[in-house]
């Protein structure tokens, strides 16, 4: 188990958002941090820390400029996700993207595509192709969740869909988007669910707020589930969780 560090970008700035809020109405919108530093800076400690399989996350237009600052000051170190698309793909790993995150290509009309998971798969190759599949609780169950985790789509997370689905990708990274943002906890359950039917890598992120949280990661998933922090660490204006503990699961 490791700790990957994150970039999140609204607006172009670095920002930590309660991701259950992304909604198209501007007003509803939840926001815990902006930052004063920009992209690269986080990059920037984020290399010479040794931090790597971190990503940058485009939340909505206007922060592509903003991403390839982030990706520019890491070279290789970090995934980038957010709109991507096959147009676009190879554009960002010739940025400097180690992988590219996909979630809404793979979702018209809220459907999954396997025909567009392969198309991309066989575009960028598996190997740097990350399946973001965040997200939300519906009768018991953990469904999909698409465009900016508004829209609930076909996919369920299970033991058939993982193995379908990792065929053509190299990992997953997996917001509980009920949690996200509020610094509340983590999502037992679905750590559990991860835990008994992803055999690839895959990044949990979502409510971690204390080194119990991450204990607990540790626990549920086996020490086999990575995880990232958003609101509760301190470089992003959190009180909870402070940046230079979790340096000790770099590795």
């Not at 998971?117 to 192709?129: D, N, Q, Y």
């Not at 988007?177 to 949990?204: F, H, R, W």
Request: charged residues 20%.
């Amino acid at each position: 188990m490791r700790f990957r560090p994150c970039i999140d970008l609204h607006n172009g700035c670095v920002k930590q958002i309660v991701g259950s809020t992304l909604a198209e109405n501007p007003a509803a919108l939840q926001t815990n941090f902006v930052a004063s530093h920009p992209p690269s800076y986080y990059a920037q400690m984020y290399r010479r820390d040794g931090l790597t399989g971190g990503h940058v996350i485009m939340l909505g237009k206007g922060n592509e400029a903003a991403a390839r600052e982030a990706l520019a000051a890491y070279p290789g170190g970090l995934q980038i996700g957010g709109g991507i698309n096959p147009e676009n793909a190879l554009e960002w790993l010739a940025a400097g993207a180690s992988k590219v995150i996909v979630t809404s290509y793979l979702f018209p009309e809220q459907e999954f595509s396997l025909e567009r998971l392969r198309g991309l798969s066989a575009l960028v190759t598996p190997e740097r192709l990350v399946l973001d599949l965040s997200c939300r609780r519906q009768e018991g169950r953990f469904v999909v969740a698409c465009n900016r985790w508004q829209t609930l789509t076909s996919l369920v997370l299970d033991l058939k869909h993982f193995e379908l689905l990792g065929e053509y990708c190299s990992e997953f990274l997996i917001h509980a988007v009920d949690v996200e943002g509020k610094q509340k906890g983590i999502d037992s359950e679905l750590l559990q669910c991860l835990a008994e039917n992803c055999s690839l890598p895959v990044t949990y992120a979502g409510g971690v707020s204390s080194i119990e949280d991450v204990e607990q990661i540790a626990e549920a998933g086996q020490n086999r589930i990575d995880f990232t922090v958003g609101s509760a660490l301190d470089i992003f204006g959190g009180t909870l969780l402070k940046y230079a503990e979790l340096l000790r699961y770099k590795e």
